[in-house]
T-cell receptor, first 112, second 114 residues
Framework: SQQGEEDPQALSIQEGENATMNCSYK?????LQWYRQNSGRGLVHLIL?????REKHSGRLRVTLDTSKKSSSLLITASRAADTASYFC????????????FGKGNQVVVIP | DAGVIQSPRHEVTEMGQEVTLRCKPI?????LFWYRQTMMRGLELLIY????????DSGMPEDRFSAKMPNASFSTLKIQPSEPRDSAVYFC????????????FGSGTRLTVV
């Protein structure tokens, strides 16, 4: 299965701290993406990292990808209360169907 | 761009009734996906289309579910007859070139079947 699995499943931190989430997957990928979902809303695309990239930044987000370990991490620096959400990783296969496989999500709570 | 537009936002219906969910994808996107999200099962892909053609409907729970995409700007997901276990949030998403770029999700339809 290509489905990503996030770890930890739930994270509670103080505002201003950094939050790190990990995602593991099982097969060869073309790219890996991270999404955020605020309560009661749809998923929002945050960042995409391709299989030939090792690190990518977007604002306070930093994503790493280790294809040898089939894992990725998402770091949110200087967290804010507004970062409270569920975060999903999703993998795009190197071959086969052209659709993402989503993980189960990781709940992050940032305490003001 | 207004993004992916879903309607209705909320739907409450009685068991046995027909339910139709609607989606307008982003103009120019060639892929459209229907997902269902519940606490127990998480995010499940029901069906997806490429250039209005259904590609994979293996996630559709049973024959009570059907989806159509008559043109590039409109898709429907129909449940007939509805059952309480269909209660969930249904999301539509669209993308350009499938999984090669990010998906844009709609705000979802929260369906409650009583």
């Amino acid at each position: 299965s290509q489905q990503g699995e996030e770890d930890p499943q739930a994270l509670s931190i103080q505002e201003g701290e950094n939050a790190t989430m990990n995602c593991s997957y099982k097969t060869s990928i073309n790219n890996l993406q991270w999404y955020r979902q605020n309560s009661g809303r749809g998923l929002v695309h945050l960042i995409l990292i391709r299989s030939n990239e090792r690190e990518k930044h977007s604002g306070r987000l930093r994503v790493t990808l280790d294809t040898s370990k089939k894992s990725s991490s998402l770091l949110i620096t200087a967290s804010r209360a507004a970062d409270t959400a569920s975060y999903f990783c999703a993998t795009a296969p190197s071959y086969g169907n052209n659709r993402l496989a989503f993980g189960k999500g990781n709940q992050v709570v940032v305490i003001p | 761009d207004a993004g992916v537009i879903q309607s209705p936002r909320h739907e409450v219906t009685e068991m046995g009734q027909e339910v139709t969910l609607r989606c307008k994808p982003i103009s120019g996107h060639d892929y459209l996906f229907w997902y269902r999200q519940t606490m127990m099962r998480g995010l499940e892909l029901l069906i997806y289309f490429n250039n209005n053609v259904p590609i994979d409907d293996s996630g559709m729970p049973e024959d009570r579910f059907s989806a159509k995409m008559p043109n590039a700007s409109f898709s429907t997901l129909k449940i007939q007859p509805s059952e309480p276990r269909d209660s969930a949030v249904y999301f539509c998403a669209s993308s350009l070139w499938g999984a090669n770029y990010g998906y844009t999700f709609g705000s979802g339809t929260r369906l409650t079947v009583v």
